[in-house]
């Protein structure tokens, strides 16, 4: 085993590594970003995608990176399913309080797909139960992977669309494929690979070309190349710039956004919907001012994030951090 390899196998042993904390932040702060124009700037989600000049590439693989990173750092070693249940914890008491304050009743947090953006914390109880049963089977895992994404396929083809919205199922169906690459790319040690800068840029190469062909092209069907592609390339991409980016503010901000990605993602809806009832949605329209999105989103999103710490650490000294399911 190589020494860069060693280290990297520090996470098990639960030592954190820079390179994906600053991963894990960078797919937090896209996630931010996504929502932004939704939340904020415009509304909602067909008008932002209509005028946000960046919000359909950020679109194209801001999730699948943030499952690929999930994947990625899943210890099968490890594996507490009870650990993962406390997940439910945030789902049910952000998700139901964020659906009284902003949104309408209860019942209309369970039945819709997305539960109002809290859908994830559900998604990723439920892969983390499909990997525990896959392991406990003994059959091998990427027969299990494959056996998953069959069930999952069938379940959202036969089950009524309550059920589906339900149990959100079309995000597991979506999503599933990107979690299990994400452990597939730790196992293959793609990150020490000697060819890791060209499959880099191979990477970048697949999704500017798919990009363009899809949405400029407008050929379908290439998401899976586009998603995908960037994902690997961002991960290949954090691993070599680690061992170059030596100033300490940068590294302290990136492990400080990586490791509270979770609180991140369960707060970041109230801080958004909050400053969307103070904005004038129209604005950027009516001035014809959309370009400026390009300057707002990232500092906004920066300026969330760090909100979201903050508030963080408030429920942490009153002794509620416990509704984070840590």
Known sequence: MTAEKEKTEAIIGNKRLLYI????????????IGHIPQYILYNGYEEAMEYSPYLPIVYSFHMALFMIVSGYVVN?????IINKLKLLIPFFVFGILYTLTFKSSVLSF??????????????????????YLVKISKINLYVGMIVVQIILSLCAHYLSPTLNNLLSLNPCLGLWPYFCLGIILRHSDI?????R???????VCLFIIGYYIEHQQHIPGLHWIISGSASIALLLAFFYL?????????RKMANTIGVHTLQIYTLHYFVMSTIGLLWNAEILINKHLTWVEGVISPVLA??????CIYLTRILKFIRL???FGR
Do not use: H, P, T
């Open 21 to 32: 904390d600053a991963l894990r932040g960078f797919a937090i702060l896209l996630v931010i």
């Open 242 to 250: 680690e061992q170059f980016v030596q100033n300490e503010r940068i």
């Open 302 to 307: 920066l300026m969330i994030a760090y909100i």
């Open 191 to 195: 990150v020490y690979s000697k060819y």
């Open 197 to 203: 800068k060209a499959l880099c840029a191979a990477g």
């Open 110 to 131: 369970f039945l819709n797909v997305y539960k109002y953006g809290y859908w994830y914390l559900l998604v990723f109880v439920f892969f983390f139960f499909f990997l």
């Open 321 to 323: 951090d416990f509704v």
């Open 76 to 80: 099968l070693n490890k594996l507490k």
